[in-house]
């Protein structure tokens, strides 16, 4: 092996800050660990929030639209904060010490919420069998939320890193390297869903038949598992280096192009200001190939007689076109982004309207005494994505590649299209049940009825197909938004695409406020009543699927227009 093939190209280090060797460091060899960490992490959270409406609901005494709501909020948070730790992890800590800092937060606010279910004085107070008659004090609430927001905090320093620190240990500049880059997406999406799939089947069954402390200890431990895996790959892993704050940078560039907004933008892009090293002025990064979009920008790389390049030039007043074209990178992404919060919307109903429409069918498996918990119906979408990865990987990527002669068979745009077609179908699945069930209370006057005598396991085809359309705009969205970010970027970018989950939540509590703003009046039940036998939650799905189907329509116009990042060169 020549000796420019020993180490990465891309400019990677080992932990001790040397060169990251090829054969000792990063690949499948490091994987492992990234891969056991998510897994542990996923089944924390999943084990936790699941069937954290019914903890509401029934422990802390709140109405079944309020629950929904306070749900959809605090998942909202947790894809709110990956943007505090994206920007600290490219910035300044690197995502290795990110990770490792905001885990401690985690375990914190997991071992804080454990209490708060467990310990008298600040466990809600109940009377009766089970979880009647439960009510919480002010105090109560508030250390439960409190917990809640502290692990809202935790995921937002791992969230957006982990995935990303996974992808870093392919070298972008070898090809064979690249290539298992985008099935590492895959199997990363892969480990999260045994993760969920082992939280909503068993830790939701201990939740609602064993106790609440239990079932918020188990992923306590967990999380401190995940944390142990995590540090125990470190000699194994490839680092990039912190690039400097990404936001100055930005603000540079708006302000030079400002500045120099009568400038005259030259027709020869070779004209414009970039260094003449390898590597870019941002550290660890590649530099990036002119574009001709967004071309107001390009005025912040003019060079005017003002400028002084010699000894060192204002970056207030001049940028390289790495720098801009930064900046236009984050700005392409956005419509892409936007596109996927109406789909995070539609996959918030799996925690919320979902589990609450669970709940009035009945929970029976076949003829037993066994009950299953509403909540741990999502295994179905959690065994959807399980069965889909290896199809998409195995199957139908080499078939796709065949045909469309794409090294990855389908391109990312692509594939998180037909994740988007495919969601409109589960809303609609969702739509036809919940009319079904809706005739059958009626006919038989079931109105008071807790549990009608329909099995819950109708749902079944509503949580398969958002598993599916999660293999596709998911894990698409996820390698997306990695590999057109900029290099000192990623970890930002990789937040930005877990914001539409946060937005997706949002919209969903917006959506329902508004909703029973409008369908309460004149003393009506409204869509989403506390007894759903008196409401018509198969509107509010209908309401999503019509959405889904115009989010999809704009979609196609936004990938038609989209314009590929093109970096140049290597760091070694």
């Known amino acids: 092996m020549a000796e420019d093939d020993v180490y990465t190209k891309d400019g990677t280090v080992d932990y001790c800050g040397n060169p990251a060797n090829k054969k000792e460091t990063g690949t499948w060899r490091a994987c492992p660990f990234i891969l056991g960490n998510e897994c542990c992490e996923r089944l924390a959270y999943y084990g936790m929030s699941t069937n954290l409406v019914l903890y509401f609901k029934n422990r802390l005494h709140q109405h079944s639209a309020t629950a929904s709501k306070n749900v959809s909020n605090w998942s909202g948070t947790c ?102 880059k985008s099935s590492f997406f895959n199997w990363f999406y892969f480990s999260i869903n045994i993760g969920a799939l082992i939280a909503s089947s068993l830790l939701v069954w201990i939740q609602d038949n064993v106790g609440w402390g239990w079932g918020f200890g188990i992923p306590a431990v967990t999380m401190a598992i995940a944390v142990v895996s995590f540090f125990s790959g470190t000699r194994l892993y490839r680092n990039q280096k912190p690039g400097g704050s990404s936001l100055t940078r930005i603000c540079q560039v708006v302000v030079a192009s400002i500045r120099k907004h009568n400038v005259e933008v030259p027709s020869d892009k070779s004209l414009l200001y970039e260094t003449a090293d390898n590597e870019s002025a941002i550290k660890g990064s590649r530099k990036l190939d002119h574009t001709n979009e967004l071309r107001f920008f ?10 002084k390049v010699k000894d060192s030039a204002n970056p207030w007043r001049l940028c390289t076109v790495t720098q801009v074209e930064e900046l236009k990178s984050v700005l392409r992404l956005l419509p892409v982004w936007a596109t996927g919060i109406i789909f995070a919307t539609v996959y918030g109903q799996m925690g919320t309207l979902f589990v609450l429409q ?54 990312q745009l692509q594939r998180m299209g037909i994740g988007l077609f495919i969601s409109i179908f589960s809303m609609v699945a969702a739509a036809i049940l919940e009319l079904i069930r809706l ?49 000192a970027m990623r970890s930002f970018c990789s937040a930005l695409s877990l914001t539409t989950v946060a937005l997706g939540q ?32 198969d509107y509010f799905f209908w309401l999503l699927a019509v959405l889904s189907v115009l989010n999809l329509i704009a979609f196609l116009l936004v990938s038609m227009l989209y314009t590929y990042k093109r970096p140049v060169g290597t760091l070694r």
């Open 79 to 180: 894809y709110i904060t990956p943007l505090i730790g994206a920007f600290l992890a490219d910035s300044y800590l690197g995502r290795y010490w990110t990770i490792a800092c905001f885990s401690i937060i985690y375990i914190i606010g997991m071992t804080l919420l454990t209490l708060s279910a467990s310990v008298h004085g600040i466990k809600p107070t109940c009377h009766g069998h089970g979880d009647e008659n439960c009510h919480a004090t002010t105090l109560e609430s508030a250390v439960c939320f409190l917990a809640l927001y502290l692990i809202a905090l935790g995921t937002g320093g791992i969230k957006p890193c982990v995935s990303s620190y996974g992808a870093d240990q392919f070298d972008d500049a070898d090809p064979v390297e690249k290539e298992h």
């Open 358 to 411: 669970g709940q009035t069918m009945d929970t029976h498996v076949g003829n037993s005494n066994f009950k299953i918990p509403p909540a741990s119906l999502s295994i179905f979408d959690t065994l959807s994505v399980i069965f889909w990865v290896p199809v998409y990987d195995r199957i139908i990527v080499p078939i796709a590649r065949k045909f469309s002669g794409h090294k990855n068979g389908l391109t």
């Open 439 to 487: 005739r059958m209370v009626r006919r038989h006057n079931y109105y008071q009825l807790e549990e009608i005598p329909m099995s819950i396991f109708w749902q079944v085809p509503q949580y398969f197909i958002i598993g599916c359309a999660e293999v596709f705009t998911f894990i698409g969205q996820l390698e997306f938004f990695y590999e057109q970010a900029p290099d």
């Open 298 to 307: 390009d005025k912040a790389a003019v060079l005017a007689q003002s400028d």
């Open 506 to 537: 949002y919209l969903s509590s917006l959506l329902v406020t508004i909703v029973t703003k409008i369908s309460t009046r004149n003393g009506s039940p409204g869509w989403i009543p506390d007894n759903l036998n008196y409401g018509h939650i």
